[in-house]
């Protein structure tokens, strides 16, 4: 899988073609899934079902650069897997080059900054404390509020390519099909198409 420039080498992503240059030095970083029909094993049917969205699920992690298109897709995984353990398992946090990269993710990367301590900058949202005896009453400062604003605007960009991905009915009905690889091929087709509509190729 060719890495494009500005990143460090994927190894583990399909990297579809993007802007001449590559990519920047910032990325945002998501998961999107995909109704998937319900396996016959009932091992099977544990394995792919998304507690968040109630259904069997495909899962797929998306990098966005915060422009008009999807510069890196992760490989198609059972919609059970949590979007952070997903990208530990795609990404290592030992590889060369990424402290040449920020990266914007949202709360479902807890934990991050301390297992990938070589990113440049890791731009999460702060999280609102627990309730207790204490603090009745939690709540973030104005200050963390506005910091949290003001990376929702950044992170919106991913959150826009991935209803884009879905305007694609093919990954919005369920996926029956079983051939090998052939859930991949779907996304990176669907994405593709999304980055040609929006102009996001190497003239």
């Given at each position: 899988m060719e890495s494009p420039g500005g990143l460090p080498e994927l190894s583990n992503f399909y990297c579809l073609p993007g802007r001449a240059g590559g990519l920047p030095n910032v990325i945002i970083?998501?998961?999107?899934?995909?109704?998937?029909?319900?396996?016959?094993?009932?091992?099977?049917?544990?394995?792919?079902?998304?507690?968040?969205?109630?259904?069997?699920?495909?899962?797929?992690?998306?990098?966005?650069?915060?422009?008009?298109?999807?510069?890196?897709?992760?490989?198609?995984?059972?919609?059970?897997r949590h979007d952070y353990?997903?990208?530990?398992?795609?990404?290592?946090?030992?590889?060369?080059?990424?402290?040449?990269v920020e990266v914007c993710v949202d709360l479902g990367y807890q934990g991050i900054k301390d297992q990938y301590p070589h990113f440049n900058k890791i731009c999460i949202p702060h999280k609102?404390?627990?309730?207790?005896?204490?603090?009745?009453?939690?709540?973030?400062?104005?200050k963390q509020k506005k910091e949290n604003r003001a990376l929702s605007r950044t992170r919106v960009a991913v959150e826009h390519l991935i209803g884009d991905l879905k305007v694609f009915h093919s990954l919005t009905i369920k996926f029956r099909n079983h051939i090998h690889s052939m859930a991949d091929q779907v996304i990176l087709l669907v994405a593709g198409l999304c980055n040609l509509r929006n102009d996001y190729v190497v003239q």
């Open positions: 970083i998501d998961a999107t899934e995909r109704p998937c029909s319900r396996p016959h094993h009932a091992r099977k049917q544990k394995h792919y079902y998304s507690g968040k969205k109630h259904q069997h699920t495909l899962k797929n992690t998306v990098i966005a650069d915060g422009t008009k298109g999807i510069p890196v897709l992760g490989p198609t995984a059972p919609g059970s353990a997903l990208l530990k398992e795609e990404l290592n946090p030992d590889q060369p080059g990424l402290s040449s609102k404390p627990r309730k207790s005896k204490k603090n009745p009453n939690p709540t973030l400062t104005p």
